[in-house]
């Protein structure tokens, strides 16, 4: 479609802004904005918040390496005689990876730091999804995860194609903004601790059910299921298991925040004069 924001930049023949790149981009900037909000509206620690922004950071580089490996391993599970390595990624395992290496450093910082992963957890879906939408936009733009040609009203031509198609990634991409509302109204208005569960099955299902409309072809990982219809599965057990699991570890975000409001009064407080030798004098003058 637009692979190129900008192409020959300043005159310069290989310098291209690419479109897909530039929607990550502000995917990411978001990311780290709703993290940083977000996260001290249910009153995270600023400490605990910076570790969660350097660690998402490093995270992210580590996930985009690891999405570019998932889908070259299902590439070379599929025709291992005919393999070559490809620039392509898959979402799904660079939200694996990254969310793996997310948890690696957390546990080697978690004595150091003054709050419980669970207890913080759950504005991480949040920042996910809003950064996944705009990629989405971005994968739209270069024209792939496209879908299967349709003669619908919705279909879209794309420059490669030879017939209008599903524009598959519109449609995720609007999930995911309605999926980012309903998680933000979860976690801001209810307070809920449950909303890394209702990501993982709510996406997980969508997932599965959108790859029956997904044509560029990713290989097979297991036999009659595409990679991310078997890991879409693992995402839905996996939100299943939490929900006792939450409710086990007693997370409790109304707590947090209302620990957090009450220490921020506390440092308002402290540098107020209290009553005592001033107030006392004050009084006097006015005798």
Same mark, same amino acid.
Request: net charge neutral; glycine share 8%.
């Given at each position: ?23 990550? =981009? ?10 940083? @909000? ?12 910076? &570790? ?30 005919? &393999? ?13 990876? #990254? ?16 709050? $419980?992963?669970?207890?913080? =957890? ?20 270069? #024209? ?29 991409? =609007? ?9 933000? &109204? ?25 790859? &029956? ?16 219809? @078997? ?16 409710? $086990? ?7 947090? $925040?209302?620990? $957090? ?5 506390? =440092? ?20």
């Amino acid at each position: 479609m637009h692979p190129y924001l900008v192409q020959h930049l300043f005159g310069i023949e290989w310098l291209n802004i690419a479109t897909y790149g530039t929607c990550i =981009a502000v995917g990411l900037v978001l990311c780290f904005i709703v993290l940083e @909000f977000y996260g001290r509206y249910i009153g995270i620690k600023k400490k605990m918040n910076d &570790f969660m922004f350097y660690d998402g950071v490093f995270s992210t580089i580590a996930g985009f390496g690891c999405a570019f490996l998932f889908q070259n391993l299902y590439n070379y599970i599929d025709d291992p005689e005919h &393999f070559t390595w490809q620039n392509t990624v898959t979402f799904i395992g660079g939200l694996l990876g #990254g969310v793996a290496i997310f948890l690696v450093i957390y546990l080697i910082a978690k004595k150091r730091l003054p709050q $419980r992963m669970c207890d913080v =957890a759950p504005v991480i879906p949040c920042c996910i999804t809003i950064t996944h939408a705009f990629g989405r936009i971005g994968c739209f733009f270069a #024209g792939c995860c496209y879908g299967k040609p349709t003669d619908s009203f919705l279909g879209v031509q794309f420059p490669h194609l030879h017939e209008k198609v599903h524009p598959t990634q519109l449609y995720e991409s =609007a999930f995911l903004f309605i999926l980012f509302a309903v998680l933000s &109204f979860m976690l801001l208005k209810k307070l809920s601790k449950h909303t890394i569960s209702v990501y993982l099955i709510s996406y997980g299902i969508f997932r599965f059910a959108i790859e &029956f409309l997904r044509d560029d072809y990713r290989g097979e990982f297991v036999a009659g299921l595409t990679p991310s219809q @078997f890991w879409s599965i693992v995402m839905v057990v996996l939100g299943i298991v939490l929900i006792p699991l939450m409710i $086990r570890w007693k997370v409790d975000l109304k707590k947090s $925040r209302e620990e $957090r409001l009450a220490e921020k009064a506390a =440092a308002g407080t402290a540098g107020e004069p209290a009553e005592g030798a001033d107030g006392q004098e004050s009084k006097e003058n006015e005798e």
